[in-house]
């Protein structure tokens, strides 16, 4: 009887054991205290603010997480499991257009008795997943099984200009879910990274092959990014036009309706009107969508896949004959207007006008109804510079931010959110533009152009004596920051 007791508790014990030898040891949980800038007002900083996130243990001693979760940090505390002691991380890779990042934690016994988890493969539709994380805050690990609903391209919110494959599942996926794994098989299938508005019960993670394009572009010790095409395509359906375009009809195809800039390789190699037949060996279906392990998605899907500087091999139909070309694919790194920005942005003060980059992070920062509040002319700048020709895709256009007010400008009579075209003669399209017609400026005015067309001037000597006074009466650290 005793050793039957005896047993039974050693095997208890080891039951116990096996539990605590489960993903959950290698899942930690975030804190991170940022302070984001003020884009309308670029020289402020909102108060320091805490959020909370998970991540989880990889090769290399280092922490997976959402960029999100770490975005704009001041300091990073990490925790690991059932563990109260808070360990300090750095930021040492972080990829916004993927929504992920690297952590490094400064003391490396962080590190001991957690092994690293592996990455799997793409989950199935229909098959079983559990998230892992510490959601609304909790200190105690939350674990949460699901079915993944579907496999399809998302728009990445982290950027909110990033469309990459995403996975849908039931698992709950909460706040502070962030950045945890999604395990299948004691594999890693997933990283939680957001939700999606209107949809009840449905969250959405980041997919290997997501995380292992970022961690291989990680290994020159530099991230470039998810690089694209420069291309838009369009569905051919209609039998006319495939007709027309001397197109078998058998929904295989689809059009390539615009070319975008800066992509010179694209324009290079491909033209308007182009049908789309293959993308690295995979047709392309008419409605502009590949099947990839079972499930239709867009063709998108598989220029994303290429490293930064890579080509990819394509089929394509012109003038009534196949053509096959290799076109290499490169990260747009000129845009810095579309699209959510993480970088403080740069500023320039001239006599109390204080200029900054366009960007949606600036018009979003005016409050949910921004597009009544800008011209039409600035919001085809922001939506359709990519269509203009490449000088118009390289450019950052400058905008005037806000009107420190003065004797010197009192009469001013632009209004703010306009964007700036010319000083003194000079053409303006970057903030380094601008930076140089101020320094450069001669003569006894500072004249303005702007978009909508309208003309202003300020008296420079008055403009120099005001800035002064500006900088201690705000505390503006500097009349520059680029």
Known sequence: MYQKTFFSILLA???VNLAWAGPERSVVQITNYTQQPDWVEPWRFSPVSGGLGSGFVIEGQRIMTNAHVVSWSQQLIVYRYQDPQPYRATVEYIGHDCDLAVLRVLDAGFFEGIPPLEIGELPLVRSTVTTYGYPAGGREISYTSGVVSRIEIQRYVQTNKSNLLAVQTDAAINPGNSGGPVIQDGKVVGVSFQGKPGLENAGFFIPPNII????EDLTDGIYEGFPAAGIG?????????RAALGLAQNNIGARIDSLFYPFPATHELLRENDVLLEVAGYPVGSDGNVIYRGNSVHAALLFSQVQHGESIALKIWRDNAELELELPLYVNSEDRTMGNQYEPPPFIIVGG????????NYLGSLGRNWRDQVGADTLYELVY?????????????????????????????VDARSILTELNGQPISSMADLSAAVEHAEGDFYRFRFLSGAVEALNRSEALAAEAQLLQQYNIPSVQRL
């Open 385 to 413: 510079r990519n269509r203009l020709g490449d000088e118009a895709a390289r450019a950052k256009p400058v905008v005037l931010s806000t009107i420190l007010k003065h004797a010197s400008n009192i009469d001013f009579s």
């Open 212 to 215: 292992r394009h970022f961690l």
């Open 353 to 360: 006008l204080v200029f900054t980059e366009l960007s949606t």
């Open 13 to 15: 014990f080891a039951c």
């Open 233 to 241: 395509i369009v569905k051919l359906t209609n039998p006319a036009f």
